[in-house]
Every structure is written in structure tokens, then in C-alpha cells.
């Protein structure tokens, strides 16, 4: 039995809108600068990690979280975008490191009308590279938490 090829990244169904937010997306990514993420971002975002059972809301939180969980990475690289069919989904595969771990992925997002990430849902494997992100993002917020050089945070 033959493996069916990857469709290839297009914007055939995608809502204007969603395809632009998508480029600005795999730019700021691709730049490692997130300084554009909360203009992406609907003020009520919706992050469902496989982190945590509970999802996180607010652009503010959302953006910080994906910064802190992309520097972690020692290589990451967005590939293929599927639309559906209503062209305000996209399943959006990637691959990268996380510590020792080579990782694949999906972001799932959904938009808005106005082209603004509404729900972003990550999915990773394998399990082993997900344990090692869980632990390495508990050591960041501890360390982002612990006051340093006497200073009371």
C-alpha cells in the first residue's frame, strides 16, 4: 500500500483575512520576535495546550505562553497549511527540538472575520519531547517568579 503524499500549503480556501494573519504569523515565528503577536490575537483567545487540561484565555496570556514555549525550542520550522473548507480553519503542521527531542506537530487555529486568531490549539509528539517541554516551561515560570539580586519582584 502506498503512503499518500502531503497536499502542499494553499490559500485556495482561505479567507482573505486568515490568509494574511497566517503570513504575518509564520513571520513573526520565523523572525523569533513576538513583539506583533497581540495584533494577531482576538482580545479573548482561547490556547488549549496539551500542557494543562484547562484552556488559557486573553491575548496577553496566550502570546506570552506561545513566546515562552517557542523559545524553548532549539529548532522550529511551520510546514504545510490545510484550510477547510470554510477557509477560517487551518490545521498548520511544524517540526523542530525541544531539548534532545525531534518533534512534529499541529496548530490548529481558527479566525475571526477580521482575520484574528480566535482559538489556537497545539498538538505534539512524541510524548517524551511533551514531558520535556512540561518540564522545562515549570522551570521558567519558577525562574520568571523568584525575585534575583535581593530585588522583591
Known sequence: ???PTSPQS??????????????????????????????????DVV??????DQPLCGAGAVGM?????FSLYGRFVYG???WSDCGRELALSFDGNLGPH???GIDRLQFDAQGRVVVVEVFIR??????????????????ASTPTDGVAA
Open 47 to 52: 490556547l488549549r495546550s496539551p500542557l494543562d
Open 102 to 104: 525531534a518533534v512534529r
Open 126 to 143: 512524541p510524548l517524551p519531547a511533551l514531558a520535556w517541554l512540561a518540564h522545562a516551561v515549570q522551570q521558567r515560570m519558577a525562574q
Open 65 to 69: 505562553v506561545l513566546g515562552l514555549a
Open 1 to 3: 500500500m502506498q503512503e
Open 80 to 82: 504545510d497549511a490545510l
Open 10 to 43: 494553499s490559500t485556495t480556501h482561505a479567507h482573505a483575512a486568515a490568509a494574511h494573519t497566517l503570513a504575518a504569523w509564520r513571520a513573526l515565528f520565523d523572525a523569533g520576535d513576538f513583539a506583533a503577536m497581540p495584533s494577531l490575537l482576538h482580545p
